[in-house]
Protein backbone atom coordinates (compact mmCIF):
# COMPACT_ATOMS: atom_id res chain seq x y z
CA UNK A 1 0.00 0.00 0.00
CA UNK A 2 0.83 3.64 -0.27
CA UNK A 3 0.29 5.82 2.51
CA UNK A 4 -0.08 9.37 2.80
CA UNK A 5 3.05 10.11 3.58
CA UNK A 6 4.00 8.76 0.39
CA UNK A 7 5.89 5.84 1.71
CA UNK A 8 4.98 1.98 0.93
CA UNK A 9 4.50 -0.60 3.10
CA UNK A 10 3.11 -4.36 3.28
CA UNK A 11 0.32 -5.18 4.93
CA UNK A 12 0.82 -7.48 8.07
CA UNK A 13 -2.62 -7.86 9.88
CA UNK A 14 -5.65 -6.47 9.49
CA UNK A 15 -8.14 -6.02 12.42
CA UNK A 16 -11.83 -7.06 11.99
CA UNK A 17 -13.25 -3.85 13.54
CA UNK A 18 -10.42 -1.43 11.73
CA UNK A 19 -10.09 -2.43 8.22
CA UNK A 20 -8.35 0.71 7.31
CA UNK A 21 -6.29 0.66 10.21
CA UNK A 22 -3.96 -2.71 9.39
CA UNK A 23 -0.39 -3.76 11.02
CA UNK A 24 1.93 -2.46 8.30
CA UNK A 25 5.42 -3.14 7.38
CA UNK A 26 6.89 0.34 5.76
CA UNK A 27 10.07 -1.26 3.49
CA UNK A 28 10.43 1.98 1.23
CA UNK A 29 10.36 5.86 2.41
CA UNK A 30 8.92 9.15 0.33
CA UNK A 31 12.08 9.63 -1.53
CA UNK A 32 11.97 5.39 -2.61
CA UNK A 33 14.97 4.12 -0.64
CA UNK A 34 14.63 0.43 0.78
CA UNK A 35 14.48 0.65 4.49
CA UNK A 36 16.59 -1.65 5.97
CA UNK A 37 15.56 -2.66 8.40
CA UNK A 38 11.66 -1.93 7.61
CA UNK A 39 9.14 0.15 10.05
CA UNK A 40 6.61 -1.70 12.02
CA UNK A 41 3.33 0.28 12.65
CA UNK A 42 0.02 -1.06 14.01
CA UNK A 43 -2.12 2.14 12.33
CA UNK A 44 -4.62 1.56 14.57
CA UNK A 45 -2.32 1.85 17.57
CA UNK A 46 -1.99 5.51 18.32
CA UNK A 47 0.99 5.71 20.52
CA UNK A 48 2.76 3.95 17.34
CA UNK A 49 1.04 6.10 14.54
CA UNK A 50 1.87 9.47 16.16
CA UNK A 51 2.67 10.57 12.60
CA UNK A 52 -1.07 10.11 11.56
CA UNK A 53 -0.11 7.90 8.77
CA UNK A 54 -2.90 6.23 6.58
CA UNK A 55 -3.22 4.24 3.85
CA UNK A 56 -3.62 6.16 0.45
CA UNK A 57 -3.85 3.66 -2.11
CA UNK A 58 -3.54 -0.10 -2.36
CA UNK A 59 -0.40 -0.77 -5.30
CA UNK A 60 0.36 -3.34 -7.41
CA UNK A 61 4.37 -3.78 -6.07
CA UNK A 62 5.97 -4.25 -9.33
CA UNK A 63 5.32 -0.87 -10.40
CA UNK A 64 7.71 0.77 -7.71
CA UNK A 65 9.74 -1.87 -8.33
CA UNK A 66 9.20 -3.71 -5.50
CA UNK A 67 9.36 -7.99 -5.58
CA UNK A 68 7.43 -8.82 -2.54
CA UNK A 69 9.44 -11.78 -1.91
CA UNK A 70 12.39 -10.29 -0.85
CA UNK A 71 10.28 -8.73 2.15
CA UNK A 72 8.07 -11.56 3.31
Known amino acids: VRLNTMEI ?6 HPNALL ?6 IM ?3 GA ?3 PPL ?9 N ?10 DPLTVGIDLLNFI
Not at 40 to 48: G, K, P, Q, R, W
Open 9 to 14: AITRRV
Open 21 to 26: LPEIKI
Open 29 to 31: DAS
Open 34 to 36: ILN
Open 40 to 48: FIDLANVEE
Open 50 to 59: LSGRGIEEVI
